[in-house]
């Protein structure tokens, strides 16, 4: 059965830092483009961070580039988006997806979707 597991979202202060992980079971994440995207109450899922396939190279949305890290183990079929200087508007429900080669951030593109996690982002 093919799944994608997200975890690490919680309540956090502005300013402050969460570790997000995406690990998959039934397929082998490394053979996909990996994306983070968010939702935000009343507003349209959205593009974050994605790596993709075999050499690994990551696309950022301009608001998180400098703030977001994705990166990915291959040893633990997972992908981590570290976020760091957490902003109020960053506040949202973020899902990761696996999708083919050259996705980019076009969610059509992405395939298999987790449940997602939300990050809170209040002082």
């Known amino acids: 059965q093919v799944q994608l597991v997200e975890s690490g979202g919680d309540l956090v202060q502005p300013g402050g830092s969460l570790r997000l992980s995406c690990t998959a079971s039934?397929?082998?994440?490394?053979?996909?483009?990996i994306g983070w995207f968010r939702q935000a109450s009343g507003k349209e899922r959205g593009g974050v961070a994605c790596i993709s396939a075999g050499d690994g190279s990551t696309y950022y949305e301009d608001s998180v580039k400098g703030r977001f890290t994705v990166s990915r183990d291959n040893a633990k079929n997972t992908v981590y988006l570290q976020m760091n200087s957490l902003k109020h508007e960053d506040m949202a429900v973020y899902s990761c997806?696996?999708?083919?080669?050259?996705?980019?951030?076009?969610?059509?593109?992405?395939?298999?979707w987790g449940q997602g996690t939300q990050v809170t982002v209040s002082s």
């Open positions: 997806a696996a999708g083919t080669v050259g996705a980019g951030l076009l969610a059509l593109l992405y395939e298999h």
């Open positions: 039934g397929f082998t994440l490394d053979s996909y483009d």
